[in-house]
């Protein structure tokens, strides 16, 4: 795995590409499906809201929140992804309660810098664990910023989605068998390998770092088996999927195997 400033690097520069997936059927998916799992998981704390996305981008997970009346920070190290927030911040009418942070997540860990340790409500970090190279220390600093009470989630590639869809979708049984105990896997989107990190492991650094997991979501439990791509482009379809996929993220089993494992916990006394 790379540094978090190697990573950081990574990201920056591939602002299309990540616009792209966004706009696509999946990217759509991804989101409709995770706001309404993580307004479940903080729906039990009053508000207003402070929160802090950490390795935000764009702010695609945690603007819907602003728009909900709740103050936002958005941290991220690449400045494209973070002009992108801002402009999204002045197209959604929220940048009173918006701010945007240029910060390197190693930098941070070692000094938490201007970020307030302990006062932050809700902490999001979606889809950031998998590029990180010790999972539980960072965990740790993730908790470390949640106040006693408050929300962490955290999200990230579910491996067994990685040979699920190889198999089924793509008809590829010998990438599947090549993937299956691979520790990595291919960012497309980012062109960079990602480590295949288990929800398992990481709910037992948030137990480690002080914080109860409250609930256990898979996001898009079906919609990376589905091989025509065309069809979720239909808007009917699409509704009729996301009806599905709001109803699965939950249940077992088919939490277990979606694309996407989105862990939610509230950090103890």
């Given at each position: 795995m790379t540094d978090g400033r190697a990573t950081a690097g990574v990201f920056d520069g591939r602002g299309a590409?990540?616009?792209?997936?966004?706009?696509?059927?999946?990217?759509?998916?991804?989101?409709?499906?995770?706001?309404?799992?993580?307004?479940?998981?903080?729906?039990?704390?009053?508000?207003?809201?402070?929160?802090?996305?950490?390795?935000?981008?764009?702010?695609?997970?945690s603007l819907p929140l602003a728009e909900d009346g709740h103050d936002v920070t958005v941290l991220d190290f690449a400045p494209e992804l973070l002009a992108q927030a801002q402009r999204a911040a002045e197209a959604r009418g929220v940048t009173d309660r918006v701010e945007v942070v240029r910060a390197d997540l190693d930098d941070l860990v070692r000094d938490a810098g201007d970020v307030p340790l302990g006062t932050f409500d809700v902490v999001l970090c979606h889809n950031v664990l998998h590029y990180r190279t010790d999972v539980s220390e960072t965990?740790?600093?993730?908790?470390?910023?949640?106040?006693?009470?408050?929300?962490?989630?955290?999200?990230?590639?579910?491996?067994?989605?990685?040979?699920?869809?190889?198999?089924?979708?793509?008809?590829?049984?010998?990438?599947?068998?090549?993937?299956?105990?691979?520790?990595?896997?291919?960012?497309?989107?980012?062109?960079?390998?990602?480590?295949?990190?288990?929800?398992?492991?990481?709910?037992?650094a948030l137990v480690d770092a002080g914080c109860a997991v409250e609930h256990r979501f898979g996001i898009r439990c079906v919609m990376d088996l589905i091989a025509d791509d065309g069809r979720k482009s239909d808007a009917d379809f699409y509704r009729q999927l996301l009806e599905l996929e709001l109803l699965l993220c939950e249940r077992e089993p088919y939490r277990r195997t979606a694309r996407f494992w989105q862990l939610t916990a509230r950090r103890e006394p």
């Open positions: 590409e990540w616009a792209s997936w966004q706009a696509s059927p999946w990217g759509r998916l991804r989101y409709d499906v995770a706001r309404e799992t993580t307004a479940r998981a903080v729906a039990a704390l009053p508000g207003p809201l402070r929160v802090i996305d950490v390795g935000g981008g764009d702010g695609g997970d965990v740790r600093w993730l908790a470390a910023l949640t106040r006693p009470g408050g929300v962490l989630s955290v999200m990230a590639p579910n491996p067994a989605m990685d040979v699920l869809s190889a198999a089924v979708r793509r008809l590829d049984p010998g990438t599947a068998r090549a993937v299956l105990d691979s520790p990595t896997v291919h960012s497309e989107t980012f062109d960079h390998p990602m480590r295949r990190l288990e929800a398992d492991e990481v709910e037992q």
